[in-house]
């Protein structure tokens, strides 16, 4: 049985740091492409990075371009996302994602093209 467990949010003032981690378990992890999306409150979710299953290629939305890095652990089966410079637009609930899929742009952006979830971590940035 897959599982996600994600960790590291929290409450931190703007231009602050987080450094999200989204432990995987039940699943090859190394065969996995893996995602971040966040919802704000009121909103859908939406795309925020990505990471093919080789960590070789990743894919990013542009509004987190330059500020956030997704990265992934083979080791400890666990990707993260390391997010400076935070901005209040970035308040959201951040959920990690896997599925084995193609690694194109097209198909990583879209939530329903992953069968995988985490629980869900809530970030807060305060201005």
């Known amino acids: 049985q897959v599982q996600l467990v994600e960790s590291g949010g929290g409450f931190v003032q703007a231009g602050g740091s987080l450094r999200l981690s989204c432990a995987a378990s039940?699943?090859?992890?190394?065969?996995?492409?893996m995602g971040w999306f966040r919802q704000p409150t009121g909103k859908e979710r939406e795309f925020v990075a990505a990471?093919?299953?080789?960590?070789?290629?990743?894919y990013y939305a542009d509004s987190v371009k330059g500020r956030f890095t997704i990265s992934r652990g083979a080791a400890t089966n666990t990707v993260f996302l390391q997010m400076n410079s935070l901005k209040p637009e970035d308040t959201a609930v951040y959920y990690c994602?896997?599925?084995?899929?193609?690694?194109?742009?097209?198909?990583?952006?879209?939530?329903?093209?992953?069968?995988?979830w985490g629980q869900g971590t809530q970030v807060t940035v305060s201005s």
């Open positions: 990471v093919s299953w080789s960590g070789g290629s990743t």
């Open positions: 994602a896997a599925d084995r899929l193609a690694f194109t742009y097209q198909l990583v952006r879209a939530p329903d093209k992953f069968n995988y």
């Open positions: 039940g699943m090859p992890f190394s065969s996995y492409a």
